[in-house]
């Protein structure tokens, strides 16, 4: 099982980018996929989830209406698309896959079964 986000960077604040977690060894169209970060000197949290078939998705408030979540299951690959960037974002991005068949809402980030490395997002002020 392989787990790899990738996009990350230096931008500034306003500025945009779109983060991909790709995939292998497991069967991607039956997880729900969640992105998690984690700022320096935090805990790591939950920032969006969504469904197996792309159609449900949860945003945590921080992110809501700045980031859009999206998946590809015929390239098993996830997508955080992320835009009007705060340097409160600054974390290390992490994507990970849960095969508990929960509803994509904030109950969908507990119990994941398979993790990714992460990706460093770094916004400047």
């Known amino acids: 099982v392989q787990l790899q986000a990738s996009g990350g960077g230096l931008v500034q604040a306003g500025g945009s980018l779109r983060l991909s977690c790709t995939t292998s060894g497991f069967t991607f169209e039956y997880y729900n996929m969640v992105w998690f970060r984690q700022a320096p000197g935090k805990e790591r949290e939950g920032v969006s989830c969504?469904?197996?078939?792309?159609?449900?998705?949860h945003y945590v408030d921080s992110v809501k209406g700045r980031f859009t979540i999206s998946r590809d299951n015929a390239k098993k690959t996830l997508y955080l698309q992320m835009d009007s960037l705060k340097p409160e974002d600054t974390a290390v991005y992490y994507c990970?896959?849960?095969?508990?068949?929960?509803?994509?809402?904030?109950?969908?980030?507990?119990?994941?079964?398979?993790w990714g490395k992460g990706t460093l997002v770094t916004v400047s002020s």
């Open positions: 990970a896959a849960d095969l508990s068949g929960i509803p994509a809402d904030q109950r969908c980030y507990s119990g994941m079964d398979y």
């Open positions: 969504i469904g197996t078939r792309g159609t449900s998705t």
